[in-house]
């Protein structure tokens, strides 16, 4: 790739660009024509090219067989050459997302790369290793302000570079392992640092002394990808159909038509501009191409789209956030999970997202997690996953040995599995569950799922009792001598009817009263359960302490054909005549 500094002069003949720059340390100018590389790199830094020597001053394109780059896992089919797509290689999403990884993140991977250096030259360390000062860069109209600063490591400069440039530090990982096989090398040389990405390295000279070093060649190559998708001068690709080449070999190896889709693909066909074509697809994950168009086969973008794959799982389904912290350190693309197959679905708080291998969950107070693999997980994915009144996940799976049941918490509500059933206790009965002590509390463990009329009033069973929710009454919890006695009068299809407030019990719980639709239900330990209804139960709760809770049923009788109805309490009795007030009479 030919990079220019802004002092250059551009000009562009026969849709190559052609510049025309000072070199540091020369008193005259060295033109260079953009045309990158068409053979792969290979693992020991192999340019791909002959007599690429830094004194010659014109080189002979001619191209050499070479490894693929190092870090390409060659034993695997993770990601299917069939599809490579020419006209959308990266997604502008995840190619321009300069906070994709933090510095944290991309030393964590750098060390992955290689656990063991051997390099024995101090100066040239293994890049987790690598540190240098680097320079402060005005803001310009393609990257924000770089502050420089003393003894700075390679993954600060990634990140940093990423950040000011808005390029994402994964695609600058894979350029300086696609030039260089830098990340991965365990003896890099001073070449490897001096050309780390590429850039100004043009196939037709030297490269340019101006942009050597480790620093500029990131950060100048990370400013050329803005410039590519934002500054005019580069017109001569567009968006839409362009004829691009297979090789240098243009008269040879001839052109394909290649719509391309995205300011990303764009950018990496100025920088490498040559489609791989059917060899070279075909040859297999990582590999040389053999046979018919061998000899035409170039591998630049290829490895560049093979090894974010093989890297970072997909170039176009973004791993950010809380799971890619998770991924990243479980391995990334090459961890159990592998790489996504979705995007990430979000909430405020709280995400999923699937991978080849399993599902991963990102809540606000309980951390990231895999979520698959479990009877809960199994639950929630027949229920609905995320758009089941389940919602997220809230927290891990728990087993409890006591009660030999697995429960998962949801931001929704729960799911229970005791044995092969499976119980959902989700919304507001959720919350009323929870607090009454879940499958240890009050109400113990679901006995069936939530079952609801067509106007919303719903009932759910529970060891010990039931949950009620009624649009007009609110969620209620039905336990104990009162939920007894209620079941056994047909519950809400009784007499007694709907729940409209929570039970009241004295704090020695001896005595618990709740009310109902139709009317009151008093449990007494050691005594008889009874309701008051009517009149006689509004003329009660007037005066309940004084006339204390109910001791006998309501009774009914005709006196001189009137009906008249009578309870006894503990302190007295209520008397109601016909359509008279009801009488209250102490003992």
Not at 135 to 141: C, W
Not at 277 to 288: D, E, F, I, R, S
Request: charged share 20%; glycine share 10%; hydrophobic share 35%.
């Amino acid at each position: 790739m030919t990079g220019k500094r802004d002092d250059a002069v551009t000009y562009v003949t026969n849709g190559t660009e052609v510049i025309t720059e000072p070199v540091k340390n020369s008193a005259a100018p060295t033109r260079r024509t953009e045309a990158r590389h068409a053979g792969p790199r290979g693992r020991g830094g192999t340019r791909g090219l002959v007599g690429l020597l830094a004194a010659a001053l014109v080189l002979t394109l001619s191209l050499v067989v070479a490894p693929a780059p190092a870090g390409l896992d060659t034993s695997t089919e993770a990601v299917a050459a069939s599809s490579f797509d020419a006209g959308n290689i990266i997604s502008d999403e995840i190619f321009f997302a300069g906070t994709a990884m933090t510095t944290a993140q991309v030393k964590a991977f750098l060390k992955k790369q290689v656990p063991t250096c051997t390099s024995t030259t101090a100066t040239l360390p293994c890049l987790k290793s690598y540190k240098q000062d680097t320079p402060t860069i005005a803001k310009d109209a393609f990257c924000k302000k770089y502050s420089g600063s003393k003894n700075q490591t390679a993954a600060s400069i990634i990140a940093r570079v990423a950040k000011a440039c808005d390029v994402s530090p994964k695609v600058l990982l894979v350029l300086l392992q696609k030039e260089q096989s830098l990340v991965t090398s365990t003896a890099p040389t001073e070449y490897k640092y001096l050309h780390a990405t590429g850039f100004a390295c043009p196939d037709t000279a030297p490269c340019d002394p101006a942009y050597a070093g480790f620093f500029y060649q990131v950060y100048y190559a990370a400013r050329q990808y803005q410039r590519y998708a934002n500054d005019p001068t580069y017109s001569w690709r567009t968006l839409g159909v362009n004829t691009l080449q297979y090789h240098p070999d243009k008269a040879r190896c001839g052109t394909v038509d290649v719509n391309i889709k995205n300011k990303a693909t764009l950018g990496l066909y100025f920088y490498t501009p040559y489609v791989p074509n059917a060899a070279a697809l075909a040859a297999g994950y990582g590999q040389l191409a053999t046979g018919a168009g061998a000899d035409c086969a170039s591998y630049g973008n290829r490895n560049f789209w093979a090894l974010f794959n093989d890297w970072f799982g997909s170039t176009q389904i973004p791993v950010t956030g809380a799971i890619q912290t998770y991924w990243l350190a479980q391995g990334g693309a090459s961890s159990k999970q592998g790489a996504p197959t979705s995007r990430a679905a979000c909430s405020v708080n709280y995400c999923v997202q699937t991978f080849k291998g399993g599902t991963v969950a990102s809540t606000k107070n309980h951390g990231t997690f895999v979520v698959s693999g479990t009877v809960s997980f199994t639950a929630w994915k027949k229920a609905g996953a995320q758009k089941s009144a389940l919602g997220y996940p809230y927290s891990k799976q728990t087993y409890s040995a006591a009660s030999k049941t697995y429960i998962q918490r949801f931001t929704g509500g729960y799911t229970v599995t005791k044995g092969a059933k499976t119980y959902l206790v989700t919304g507001s009965a959720a919350k009323v569950w929870r607090s009454s002590g879940g499958r240890t509390g009050s109400l113990g463990l679901p006995k069936k799922n939530v079952s609801c009329t067509k106007t919303g009033k719903c009932v759910q069973k529970f060891a010990k009792g039931r949950i009620t929710v009624h649009p007009k009454y609110g969620t209620r919890k039905v336990t104990g001598g009162i939920a007894t006695f209620w079941i056994k009068k047909k519950a809400q299809k009784g007499a007694i009817g709907w729940p409209v407030a929570g039970a009241s019990c004295k704090k020695s719980g001896s005595t618990c009263v709740q009310k109902f639709t139709g009317g009151w239900v008093v449990v007494r330990k050691g005594a008889k359960t009874y309701r008051v209804t009517g009149t006689i139960a509004t003329t009660w709760r007037k005066h309940v302490k004084k006339l204390g809770y109910p001791t006998s049923a309501r009774k009914k009788k005709k006196v001189k054909g009137v009906t008249v109805y009578t309870q006894k309490f503990t302190k007295g009795k209520i008397t109601k005549r016909g359509s008279k007030k009801a009488k209250v009479t102490y003992r």
